[in-house]
């Protein structure tokens, strides 16, 4: 069976032809033709413009989706080119600015790039080459079921006639819009599921790729800014007489509770930020570290007073049961910082009817809108770039960086590339939250898992995650969760509440695991049998496919045959659709302190697009889980963050980082993401790992300070 | 303010900035070669590492002043067509995520390999000390191997 697409695209929406300068033309997904300059009309659907051919057979396919690392630039213009049958060295690849009416979900976050292209990216290619099939069959007066396709021709069966689309894209863009198309089936892909490098590989190798901070225009002015210190601090008074004469300073502008420095460059005008004398103030309630602490364990205790996220069958009946036994402990998350490794950053240039912005940004759509918001301007006046990001992991969601570049073009009027410095950037907030977690269970007499309570609280809306592993297997479980207001600005981070929290959870199974003396693997596969044979309410996984992982993880670290001086935790976990399973290896070494050894990975992401992506992202994504958890934390004094540079931040190098092996478990499920799902099961495996290597729980990050690890 | 005459990749450049002012500055903000990056600007992250000489260097504290005579070597020229065998390596082992740091990270690479043709995993750890927060390490390990290999036949 070939999957069969019902097609909501009309002609209109879809094919766009035009002349291009070397007499070629564009086949893109918005039709305007030469002859037929029909553009106006109706309301354009969810896919188009993905696809340009000129005459001359170049190929062109758009990457509409930001890129920040995760792959996207290179895995969603392959589902373009499988369904268009064409080689992968036939194409060339061109990111696409914000466009809303031509593409859906130009967004990387929530893991969701992948999942949510994989039916209109794989249409675009199949209706654009069923189109050139038609166009191919018309010239030939022949049916279009007696042509086929391969490496971007055309060809007639049982003759040598052939075109190449470049022959046909004229013909081809009069064609009708195909009301069905034919998708591939998952046995026939061609490129889907190969190893495909990523499409900038040549320009970041010799330094051409260009990033946000390389931007660089006629007229323009780079700016950096004072900002308040502390959080909870405004600004009271300023002098910036010393500021000024310095050389490359051009301007001193205060715009709010900041003052930006403009100048020639960038060095010039951080240095001009050193030089301004501020007095700031705040009410004298700024909490420290200590005080967050302190607090949290403190409202825990009291409890929530709102409505449980999640309440299944009755904790207190199920605690309180003659012949139970209890687990209890306390989870601690520290605030984190993003640390891109490109510092923030934004060009802006506003002008009296208009703005461009051209920058890094995961969220290209929302900063447009608060653009418009901000300079009270139709959202059409506002253009935005994207450009390939140093690294986002949720801090390039956020549109406070933005704002400031737009506020200093403004204010400044001048083309501007403001620049944060790296302690701007670490000290700058939008932290993953500050959290803490109280898990409790029951385990009746015969060992089963009766009762679950997560209590939680934390710098952020919902701390918890609700309908987690082992919600749906637990026949009494309720799920609390405070938020903590602080003006600590707090932001998504790679896994966002995930990251914690399967810390908190996959610890705290593997302690009743072996409280009650089951094999952790053995105990989480009963739960899961559970959740599939006998569902408690909402069930968010497939206990099916969370299981699978587990047993393909185990495989390959031969778990329960441990060598001889290697001790081995799990850690599994479901977020974004992705199910990954990790096993950790420690080693004691002479010294008494441990060294991770080795991180076995299996991993259910549906269909694999580009396998070589999706395995540098799982290996990255648990070595960067791996360096958090055992090194990370930002700690605040009156509302001061204490670490903001590397030296004083440690982050994983290349001597900390232990061998990784990944599988993928073949399928044929919808392809799911991989940006965040690698990290959060990382830290539990290993701290499940240390368990096993020396009877010590660890409850906090980052894990050095437990003194086991150098 | 003074003036300096450099050599970068192998070209004279002129400049006329403040004597302090870090290298990593001058080649992005004056000469206009951007592929050396700013990271974190106390020589920490490696993101900006240059040859100067034969020695890799981080050029976000070095003064501009204190370059003197030496030829500096940045990403853009460290081969003329992109084939460095680093270079070559890692587009093969498909090294880059974000991509941000990797200039440095070669850069860095190609200083070791110039003075050990075939590092070990020890002298890979002691000398990569660059920061990668997608965390590429991994892939960057094998890279260097393979280049080793492809240099010495």
């Given at each position: 069976?070939?999957?069969?697409?019902?097609?909501t695209l009309?002609?209109?929406?879809f094919?766009?032809?035009s002349?291009l300068?070397?007499?070629?033309?564009?086949?893109?997904?918005?039709?305007?033709?030469?002859?037929?300059p029909?553009?106006?009309?109706?309301?354009?659907?969810?896919v188009?413009?993905?696809?340009?051919i000129?005459?001359?057979?170049?190929?062109?396919?758009?990457?509409?989706?930001?890129?920040?690392?995760?792959?996207v630039?290179?895995?969603?213009?392959?589902?373009?080119?499988e369904?268009?049958?064409?080689?992968?060295?036939?194409?060339?690849?061109?990111?696409?600015?914000?466009?809303?009416?031509?593409?859906?979900r130009?967004?990387?976050?929530?893991?969701?790039?992948?999942k949510?292209?994989?039916?209109?990216?794989?249409?675009?290619?199949a209706?654009?080459?069923?189109?050139?099939?038609?166009?191919?069959?018309?010239?030939?007066?022949?049916?279009?079921?007696?042509?086929?396709?391969?490496?971007?021709?055309?060809?007639?069966?049982?003759?040598?006639?052939?075109?190449?689309?470049?022959?046909?894209v004229?013909?081809?863009?009069?064609?009708p819009?195909?009301?069905?198309?034919?998708?591939?089936?998952?046995?026939?892909?061609?490129?889907?599921?190969?190893?495909?490098?990523?499409?900038?590989n040549?320009?970041?190798?010799?330094?051409?790729?260009?990033?946000?901070?390389?931007?660089?225009?006629?007229?323009?002015l780079?700016a950096a800014?004072?900002?308040?210190?502390?959080?909870?601090?405004?600004?009271k008074?300023?002098?910036?007489?010393?500021?000024?004469?310095?050389?490359?300073?051009?301007?001193v502008?205060?715009?709010g509770d900041?003052?930006?420095v403009?100048?020639?460059?960038?060095?010039?005008?951080?240095?001009?930020?050193?030089?301004?004398?501020?007095?700031w103030?705040?009410?004298?309630?700024?909490?420290s570290?200590?005080?967050?602490?302190?607090?949290?364990?403190?409202?825990?205790?009291?409890?929530?007073d709102?409505?449980?996220k999640?309440?299944?069958?009755?904790?207190?009946?199920?605690?309180?049961?003659?012949?139970?036994?209890?687990?209890?402990?306390?989870?601690?998350?520290?605030f984190?910082?993003?640390?891109?490794?490109?510092?923030?950053?934004?060009?802006?240039?506003?002008?009296?009817?208009?703005?461009?912005?051209?920058?890094?940004?995961?969220?290209?759509?929302?900063?447009?809108?608060?653009t418009?918001?901000l300079?009270?301007?139709?959202?059409?006046?506002?253009?935005?770039m994207?450009?390939?990001?140093?690294?986002?992991?949720?801090?390039?969601?956020?549109f406070?960086?933005?704002?400031?570049?737009?506020?200093?073009?403004?204010?400044?009027?001048?083309?501007?590339n403001?620049?944060?410095?790296?302690?701007?950037?670490?000290?700058?907030g939008?932290?993953?939250?500050?959290?803490?977690?109280?898990?409790?269970?029951?385990?009746?007499?015969?060992?089963?898992?009766?009762?679950?309570?997560?209590?939680?609280?934390?710098?952020?809306?919902?701390?918890?995650?609700?309908?987690?592993?082992?919600?749906g297997?637990?026949?009494?479980l309720?799920?609390?969760?405070?938020?903590y207001?602080?003006?600590?600005?707090t932001?998504?981070?790679?896994?966002?509440?995930?990251?914690?929290?399967?810390?908190?959870?996959q610890?705290?199974?593997?302690?009743?695991?072996?409280?009650?003396?089951?094999?952790?693997?053995?105990?989480?596969?009963?739960i899961?049998?559970?959740?599939?044979?006998?569902?408690?309410?909402?069930?968010?996984?497939n206990?099916?496919?969370?299981a699978?992982?587990?047993?393909k993880?185990?495989?390959?670290?031969d778990?329960?045959?441990?060598?001889?001086?290697?001790?081995?935790?799990?850690?599994?976990?479901?977020?974004?659709?992705?199910?990954?399973?990790?096993?950790?290896?420690?080693?004691?070494?002479?010294?008494?302190?441990?060294?991770?050894?080795?991180?076995?990975?299996?991993?259910?992401?549906?269909?694999?697009?580009?396998?070589?992506?999706?395995?540098?992202?799982?290996?990255?994504?648990?070595?960067?889980g791996?360096?958090?958890?055992?090194?990370?934390?930002i700690?605040?004094?009156?509302?001061?963050?204490?670490?903001?540079?590397?030296?004083?931040?440690?982050?994983?190098?290349?001597k900390?980082a232990?061998?990784?092996?990944?599988q993928?478990?073949?399928s044929?499920?919808?392809?799911?993401?991989l940006?965040?799902?690698?990290l959060?099961?990382?830290?539990?495996?290993?701290?499940?790992?240390?368990?096993?290597?020396?009877?010590?729980?660890?409850?906090s990050?980052?894990?050095?300070?437990?003194?086991?690890?150098? | 303010?003074?003036?300096?005459?450099?050599?970068?990749?192998?070209?004279?450049?002129?400049?006329?900035?403040?004597?302090?002012?870090?290298?990593?500055?001058v080649i992005?903000d004056?000469?206009?070669?951007?592929?050396?990056?700013?990271?974190?600007?106390?020589?920490?992250?490696?993101?900006c590492?240059?040859?100067?000489?034969?020695?890799?260097?981080?050029?976000?504290?070095?003064?501009?002043?204190?370059v003197?005579?030496?030829?500096?070597?940045?990403?853009?020229?460290?081969?003329e067509?992109?084939?460095?065998?680093?270079?070559?390596?890692?587009k093969?082992?498909?090294?880059?995520?974000?991509?941000?740091c990797?200039?440095g990270?070669?850069?860095?690479a190609?200083?070791?390999?110039?003075?050990?043709?075939?590092?070990?995993?020890?002298?890979?750890?002691?000398?990569?000390?660059?920061?990668?927060?997608?965390?590429?390490?991994?892939?960057?390990?094998?890279?260097?191997?393979?280049?080793?290999?492809?240099?010495?036949?």
């Open positions: 069976m070939e999957a069969k697409a019902a097609n009309k002609r209109r929406d094919i766009k032809i002349t300068a070397g007499g070629g033309l564009v086949l893109g997904f918005n039709w305007l033709s030469s002859c037929a029909d553009t106006k009309g109706g309301n354009l659907v969810e188009n413009a993905y696809i340009k000129d005459t001359n057979g170049q190929i062109t396919l758009m990457a509409p989706n930001p890129e920040d690392g995760q792959g630039k290179t895995s969603l213009p392959m589902m373009v080119a369904e268009l049958d064409v080689d992968w060295n036939q194409v060339h690849i061109e990111q696409a600015g914000l466009d809303a009416k031509k593409y859906h130009q967004v990387a976050g929530g893991s969701g790039s992948v949510a292209s994989w039916e209109p990216f794989r249409k675009a290619g209706t654009a080459r069923q189109m050139l099939i038609a166009a191919a069959a018309a010239k030939w007066k022949v049916s279009p079921e007696s042509c086929y396709t391969a490496s971007g021709t055309v060809l007639l069966k049982n003759s040598k006639k052939k075109f190449s689309y470049g022959d046909l004229g013909q081809a863009a009069k064609m819009v195909p009301k069905q198309v034919t998708l591939r089936e998952t046995g026939a892909f061609k490129l889907i599921g190969k190893r495909i490098p990523n499409v900038d040549q320009a970041i190798v010799t330094g051409a790729c260009k990033y946000g901070i390389d931007t660089k225009r006629e007229g323009m780079y800014m004072v900002r308040p210190p502390a959080f909870g601090q405004t600004l008074s300023f002098d910036d007489s010393e500021a000024k004469k310095l050389p490359g300073v051009e301007k502008i205060r715009i900041k003052v930006a403009f100048g020639r460059s960038t060095w010039e005008v951080i240095q001009g930020t050193k030089k301004i004398n501020v007095t103030q705040d009410d004298g309630t700024l909490e570290t200590a005080d967050y602490q302190k607090n949290f364990k403190h409202l825990l205790k009291k409890g929530s709102d409505k449980p999640r309440e299944d069958g009755n904790i207190e009946k199920a605690f309180s049961q003659p012949g139970i036994r209890t687990f209890e402990a306390i989870y601690e998350a520290p984190l910082a993003h640390n891109c490794m490109e510092p923030m950053n934004f060009f802006a240039h506003v002008k009296a009817d208009g703005a461009e912005l051209y920058g890094p940004t995961q969220n290209p759509k929302s900063i447009c809108g608060k418009a918001k300079l009270g301007l139709p959202e059409e006046k506002v253009t935005v994207m450009t390939r990001l140093g690294g986002g992991f949720g801090r390039r969601l956020t406070d960086f933005v704002e400031e570049a737009v506020l200093a073009s403004k204010a400044s009027g001048r083309p501007v403001l620049i944060w410095s790296r302690e701007d950037d670490m000290g700058g939008y932290y993953r939250p500050m959290c803490t977690y109280q898990y409790r269970a029951a385990v009746d007499a015969g060992n089963h898992l009766i009762g679950w309570h997560d209590n939680s609280i934390g710098v952020t809306g919902n701390p918890s995650r609700e309908n987690n592993f082992p919600a297997a637990v026949p009494n309720r799920v609390d969760a405070q938020n207001k602080s003006p600590v600005p932001a998504p981070w790679r896994g966002p509440i995930h990251n914690f929290v399967a810390f908190a959870e610890t705290f199974i593997d302690e009743i695991a072996h409280g009650i003396g089951k094999d952790p693997i053995a105990f989480r596969l009963e899961l049998d559970l959740a599939k044979q006998k569902p408690v309410g909402k069930v968010d996984y206990p099916d496919r969370y699978a992982v587990i047993k993880a185990a495989e390959m670290a778990w329960g045959n441990p060598r001889e001086g290697i001790y081995q935790g799990i850690g599994s976990y479901y977020c974004f659709d992705t199910y990954m399973a990790q096993i950790a290896e420690v080693v004691k070494q002479t010294d008494g302190t441990l060294r991770i050894k080795k991180v076995y990975c299996a991993v259910d992401c549906g269909i694999l697009i580009n396998e070589s992506g999706a395995e540098n992202e799982v290996q990255g994504g648990i070595l960067d791996i360096g958090n958890a055992l090194y990370a934390e700690t605040l004094t009156k509302g001061k963050p204490d670490q903001v540079n590397f030296n004083h931040y440690r982050m994983i190098k290349m900390d232990p061998d990784i092996e990944v993928f478990i073949k044929n499920e919808h392809p799911t993401g940006g965040e799902p690698p959060p099961p990382a830290g539990p495996a290993v701290a499940n790992a240390v368990f096993a290597a020396t009877g010590i729980r660890l409850r990050q980052p894990f050095t300070k437990s003194g086991l690890f150098t | 303010m003074a003036t300096f005459n450099l050599t970068i990749n192998k070209k004279k450049h002129t400049v006329d900035v403040d004597p302090q002012m870090p290298l990593l500055w992005r004056f000469v206009g070669l951007t592929g050396t990056k700013f990271g974190c600007g106390i020589a920490e992250c490696g993101a590492t240059v040859h100067l000489g034969d020695t890799a260097v981080r050029s976000c504290m070095l003064p501009v002043k204190s003197g005579n030496k030829e500096i070597t940045t990403i853009e020229g460290l081969s067509k992109g084939d460095h065998p680093l270079q070559l390596a890692w093969k082992m498909d090294v880059p995520q974000c991509g941000y990797q200039a990270q070669i850069m860095a190609a200083a070791l390999l110039a003075r050990k043709s075939k590092p070990t995993d020890e002298d890979i750890n002691n000398t990569m000390t660059n920061i990668c927060r997608c965390c590429t390490y991994t892939r960057i390990r094998k890279a260097i191997k393979l280049a080793s290999e492809a240099a010495s036949g």
